[in-house]
DNA sequence: TTTAATTATGCAATCGATTGCATTTTAGTT
DNA sequence: AACTAAAATGCAATCGATTGCATAATTAAA
């Protein structure tokens, strides 16, 4: 056995004296290849081991089967569950899955948008960055009509199928609860606006005072990129102001983390002296100490969901979509974080 | 502007009453082309909005740029940063990364290499499942002369660039540590041998043992797939020999946390009554309580050093390769559960 | 049986970029 | 100006599967 070429269609139809297109019709089975030759074609293309190539048909067909999915960041519990959702689905009917994470970096993002559109992949999945307001790099997807899903971090000047979780819901739900803790200054920590996941856990937030006829006052209410230094900065701005602060409400877990772990410092007792919420049920807020109180997210479900948007929109190209935006349901963690009179909940 | 179809090369040319190869070449900064007619097709391709076909030069070149990633889980925090490691090299080298989980499964994982094959990635880079044993889905590609690279999970009867960690000399020094401690009497929570890794670090495990002059019991060993639950129940199985020991080395965070957890109900101190390390240093080992001591894994670097073995190996398929295998050195990051006598780190 | 309808197979063009080889153009030398 | 070397461009085949349309083979109906 030396390096033999590979085996095409072609190679098959001449050995079995028939032509090139009733043999990639049986392989395809197409229903007019009769049952027969499909038996004696798939057989012989066994038996010289040929492998169809995949190149050549994308070529000529036009589609690659493939599903881009470009994240903030793939080494987070959320997005990675949201991938793994998208991979689920997707490869069970074929796809694969290209992914790329844009650090939250515009440029980045833009060049990965970019190299999707050339690669000609059948279909976007998107959770935009943390620095992106423009969004020519996802129209070039629409005007071609490449379907697009938004996942979490959706653009609300976009038409496209979106899956969010009902992030003013959640954040009312959080707040709510502090306040029926007795909590009534409330501090919250945030992230940039121009997200709009931000902006509603942010008005979830400003509801549920207004509710409770409590009053929030602008200097506490901070807004960041949500890291780890940042949850640290933010308390200090907020302790700096000498306030009497009895809860902070953190738009994700990872600042409630630092700041839990910065007040602990400062000899502040959580959640004795403030309550503290998270947001996104990272694994970690189950086993710190105090766990911290959060909002889960389904993450592998919103990807299944997405993908399957997704794939039943390539599969439709012709029709006239309605897009939907699913509102996935967040369910309220409560743990020590958030709890005066803290029960063992085991 | 109605739905044009797609400019191609042959469009430019014949707008410049030139020929394809030059416009191809002129794209491609081929050296052949002159200063002043690549600049001229460069602004006519861009005004055209010409957008290269990729397909179809995938085609002609049968190359894809495209590197399979093989991983058993994307939603673990080492996997993902490789992960980001791999595609922190790969896009800046033009490649695009299109990853599967196999989920620990063995026919996913040989699916998943058969569907890649078939795609024409130009390699793969592979950390095989748990319940892999057999290798001829992997051997595809090296018949093929197709480059692939292990990282962590390696497999030794086959012949490529690895990337691993040095986990004898990790587990070494996790049980020396535990020695130093004064533990005596120390258990060992495995994975399963058939991957090099978790053997490795038994080993290293019985070698510091050994080495100390301390006996290991085979009843104090226990295998499992290092999951939640297993951490559970191999600390009922140890404790159900009423042993008394002081020490438990779990080969992987996950399992040492259950393990904590499951010990502290049970109204056993850690690390007062007994000791506990981990492997790997997941995230939230930092912040439990007590926090876990572990032993770190470089990653992020781990997937970028694969990346550039395997796109070097690409970009040299002649050439006769030495084969590698990169040994990563691992941190031992002493925290909480290892220590009888707590400092204050801060 | 003959004809019509049905089913199965074949022909040949096509997708768009790449590339070995041939040819033309330009620059350099004498 | 003539000629050679070097640089730039063009020709045309090629990659392998797909598919609209034509044709052949088979079956059913008359």
Redesign the pocket.
């Known amino acids: 056995m030396t390096k033999q070429?590979?085996t095409?269609?072609?190679d098959i139809?001449k050995y079995l004296?028939?032509?090139?297109?009733?043999?990639?019709?049986?392989?395809?089975d197409n229903?007019?290849?009769?049952?027969?030759?499909?038996k004696k074609i798939r057989k012989v293309a066994n038996e010289m081991g040929?492998r169809?190539?995949t190149?050549?048909?994308n070529?000529?067909?036009?589609r690659t089967n493939t599903i881009g999915v470009i994240v903030p960041l793939i080494n987070r519990h959320f997005f990675s569950s949201v991938i793994s959702g998208i991979e689920d689905i997707a490869y069970s009917q074929g796809y694969t899955v290209s992914i790329s994470q844009s650090n939250d970096n515009f440029q980045k993002e833009t060049k990965i948008a970019k190299t999707m559109f050339n690669n000609r992949v059948d279909g976007v999945i998107v959770s935009i960055g943390m620095e992106t307001k423009s969004f020519e790099h996802l129209e070039l997807f629409l005007e071609r009509k490449i379907p697009l899903v938004f996942f979490d971090r959706a653009v609300d000047e976009i038409n496209a199928h979106k899956i969010v979780v009902d992030d003013f819901g959640g954040a009312y739900r959080v707040t709510k609860h502090l306040i029926e803790q007795g909590a009534k200054k409330i501090a919250h920590i945030g992230g940039p606006t121009n997200l709009k996941i931000y902006e509603d856990r942010k008005q979830g937030f400003l509801k549920a005072m207004k509710d409770a006829g409590l009053k929030t006052e602008k200097k506490l209410i901070i807004h960041n990129s949500l890291r780890h230094d940042d949850g640290v900065d933010a308390i200090r701005k907020l302790m700096s102001k000498n306030q009497k602060i009895d809860a902070i409400f953190c738009a994700n877990d990872t600042t409630a983390l630092s700041a839990i772990v910065y007040l602990k410092e400062l000899g502040i007792k959580i959640p004795e002296d403030i309550l503290v919420m998270g947001f996104s049920n990272e694994p970690f807020s189950k086993v710190t100490t105090p766990s911290i109180s959060t909002v889960k997210q389904p993450g592998f479900l919103m990807g299944q969901k997405a993908a399957e948007l997704l794939i039943h929109q390539i599969n439709n190209k012709k029709a006239d979509i309605k897009y939907q935006t699913l509102v996935m349901p967040t369910e309220l963690l409560i743990r020590e974080s958030s709890q005066k009179n803290v029960l063992n909940l085991h």
Chains 1, 2 share one sequence.
Request: charged share 15%.
């Open positions: 070429a590979e095409t269609i072609h139809a004296n028939i032509s090139a297109s009733t043999v990639s019709r049986a392989l395809n229903p007019l290849i009769s049952e027969a030759t499909r040929y169809p190539n190149l050549a048909a070529f000529r067909t036009k």
